[in-house]
């Protein structure tokens, strides 16, 4: 019912900035939360960041104050912009929807909530 499609990753040196997108196809009217989640070799998928339908924002400790993320639903489109890029950032980055009603109210680090996918793209932070 829903896709999701995800761009922008890439190597960025440490310090630097990099800007990835989401963008929804389908069903998308019945998606009340989006996020972000991370996952690296030999560890579980983590949350990163996730926006309710109305806007309100989450972040984990690590990455509060350098990441932000944000939506544009006239164009299904989810950001997440990530600045000062440290090299524990490196990851594959999902993009992940949920159509639960009380999706905000979850935890985090708990990706149980979130029922569509994207495909994932690499983030790789050097020196």
């Known amino acids: 019912q829903v896709q999701l499609v995800e761009s922008g990753g890439g190597s960025v040196q440490a310090g630097g900035s990099l800007r990835l997108s989401c963008v929804a196809f389908?069903?998308?009217?019945?998606?009340?939360?989006t996020g972000w989640f991370r996952q690296t070799p030999g560890k579980e998928r983590e949350g990163v960041a996730i926006?309710?339908?109305?806007?309100?924002?989450r972040y984990a400790e690590s990455v509060k104050g350098r990441f932000t993320v944000s939506q544009d639903n006239a164009k299904n489109t989810l950001y997440l912009q990530m600045n000062s890029l440290k090299l524990e950032d490196t990851a594959m980055y999902y993009c992940?929807?949920?159509?639960?009603?009380?999706?905000?109210?979850?935890?985090?680090?708990?990706?149980?909530?979130?029922?569509?996918w994207g495909q994932g793209t690499q983030v790789t932070v050097s020196s």
């Open positions: 926006i309710s339908d109305d806007g309100r924002t």
């Open positions: 992940a929807a949920s159509l639960w009603v009380n999706c905000y109210s979850g935890s985090l680090a708990s990706t149980q909530a979130f029922s569509y």
């Open positions: 389908g069903y998308t009217s019945s998606i009340y939360c």
